[in-house]
C-alpha cells in the first residue's frame, strides 16, 4: 500500500513540476499593464518584463514615478494612474485599448497598494477604511472591470496583489480587510471567466522592504492615531502600550522585511509567461513557512498567540 502511494505522489510531483515549468512560446507580441509602478513591485516587474520582451504599459501615480521608469527603461510606456479616481481610471484605460488595438491586453497586474493606517481597530475611524480600500480594493476592481473586455479578446491574465494579510488578518484598519476582499474578488473573477479563458492569478509577499513597509511612515501613522484618540480611550490602553506597540512594529519591519523584490516580481512573472499560471503565489520564506501555515490554524490558537506576543492595555478585563 505504502511504496504504491509513495510512487503515485512521486508520479504527481513531478508531473506538476514538469507543467508549471512549460513556458509561453513566445512574448514578444504580448501586451502587459501595471498599476503602481512608481517604486517597489511594480517598479521592478515593468523593468524585467520589459527585458523579456513584453510590451509593458506601465502606469505611475506620479509624473516624476513615470518620468524616472521612462528614463531608466525606454522599451516601456508609461501614463498616468490614480486607481482611485473613475476619470483617471476611464482615461488609462481608453489610452490602453489605443496601444493594444484589435490584440487586447494580455496581462494586467493590479499592483498599486497603500497599507497606513494600520494599527488596533479601535483607534481607526471609518474614514481610514475607506482610504485603503478606494486603493487596494474599490481601485483595483475599477481597473479591472474597464479592461476585463481586453482581456477576454486575447485571452489573457490577470495577476492580483494580495499578502498573507489577505489569508491572516494579524491587525487593524484598512489594509488586512482590502487584501482580504482582493482574495474573495479574484477567485469571483476567476470562476466567472473560466469559460472565456481570462485566467486569473493571486501573488501573496510575506514582508518586503518597499515603501509600503517604511518604518518612519508607519510610526508616524500611528502616533497620529494615538494623538487624536479620545482621552477615555487612550487612558484604556495605556502609554506604555503605544510603545510597545511601535517595538512591535520596528521588530516586524526590520526582522522580518526582505529586501529581495525579485521573490515577488518572479512568481508574477511567472504568472504572466508559463503556460499554465498557478492560482495562488506564495512570496517570501515567512510568507511560506509563518504566515501561510498558520493562516490554516483553528482561529483560538492564532488568537491565543497573537494575545500572548502582542502589548496588552493598561485596563483590560483579567
Ligand atoms: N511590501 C510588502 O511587504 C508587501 C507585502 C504584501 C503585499 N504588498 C502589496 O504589494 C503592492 C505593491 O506595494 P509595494 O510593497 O511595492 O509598495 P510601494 O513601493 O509603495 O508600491 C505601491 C505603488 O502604488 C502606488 N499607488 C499608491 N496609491 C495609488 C493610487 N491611488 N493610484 C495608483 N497608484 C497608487 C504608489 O505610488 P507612489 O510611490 O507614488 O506613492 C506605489 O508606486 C501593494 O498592493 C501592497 O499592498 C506589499
Redesign the pocket.
Known amino acids: 500500500m505504502w511504496p504504491w502511494l509513495l510512487l503515485v505522489s512521486l508520479v504527481w510531483a513531478v508531473g506538476w513540476l514538469v507543467r508549471d515549468g512549460r513556458a509561453l512560446p513566445s512574448v514578444s507580441d504580448k501586451h502587459v499593464f501595471i498599476?503602481?509602478?512608481?517604486?517597489?513591485?511594480?517598479?521592478l516587474l515593468a523593468r524585467r518584463l520589459a527585458q523579456r520582451g513584453f510590451r509593458v504599459l506601465a502606469a505611475c501615480?506620479?509624473p516624476q514615478?513615470a518620468e524616472a521608469l521612462g528614463r531608466a527603461c525606454p522599451a516601456l510606456r508609461t501614463v498616468l494612474?490614480?486607481?482611485?479616481r473613475p476619470d483617471s481610471v476611464r482615461r488609462a484605460a481608453e489610452w490602453v485599448r489605443g496601444q493594444v488595438g484589435d490584440r487586447g491586453l494580455f496581462g494586467l497586474v493590479n499592483?498599486?497598494?497603500?497599507?497606513n493606517p494600520i494599527g488596533p481597530t479601535e483607534w481607526m475611524a471609518a474614514d481610514d477604511y475607506r482610504r485603503v480600500l478606494a486603493?487596494?480594493a474599490v481601485?483595483a476592481i475599477e481597473v479591472t472591470l474597464e479592461l476585463l473586455p481586453l482581456l477576454k479578446r486575447a485571452r489573457g491574465r490577470v495577476v492580483n496583489?494580495s499578502?498573507v494579510l489577505g489569508r491572516l488578518s494579524a491587525n487593524g484598519g484598512g489594509y488586512c480587510v482590502s487584501k482580504y476582499c482582493i482574495e474573495a474578488f479574484s477567485d469571483s473573477l476567476r470562476r466567472d471567466m473560466y469559460h472565456f479563458g481570462v485566467k486569473v492569478s493571486i501573488v501573496e509577499?510575506?514582508?518586503?522592504k518597499?515603501?509600503?513597509?517604511n518604518l518612519e511612515s508607519i510610526e508616524a501613522s500611528l502616533q497620529q492615531l494615538w494623538d487624536r484618540l479620545a482621552p477615555e480611550t487612550r487612558l484604556s490602553y495605556g502609554e506604555e502600550f503605544f510603545h510597545k506597540y511601535l517595538k512591535v512594529q520596528r521588530f516586524i519591519m526590520t526582522m522580518l522585511?526582505d529586501a529581495d523584490l525579485s521573490k515577488v516580481t518572479r512568481c508574477m512573472e511567472h504568472a504572466l509567461s508559463a503556460r499554465h499560471p498557478r492560482t495562488r503565489y506564495s512570496a517570501g520564506w515567512d510568507a511560506k513557512l509563518l504566515w501561510l501555515p498558520a493562516s490554516y490554524l483553528p482561529a483560538f490558537i492564532v488568537d491565543f498567540t497573537l494575545a500572548t506576543i502582542l502589548p496588552k492595555p493598561a485596563h483590560r478585563v483579567r
Open positions: 498599476t503602481g509602478c512608481d517604486s517597489g513591485f511594480g517598479n501615480l506620479t514615478g494612474l490614480d486607481v482611485t499592483n498599486a497598494g497603500v497599507a486603493v487596494n481601485g496583489t499578502s509577499p510575506g514582508f518586503f518597499t515603501a509600503v513597509t522585511c
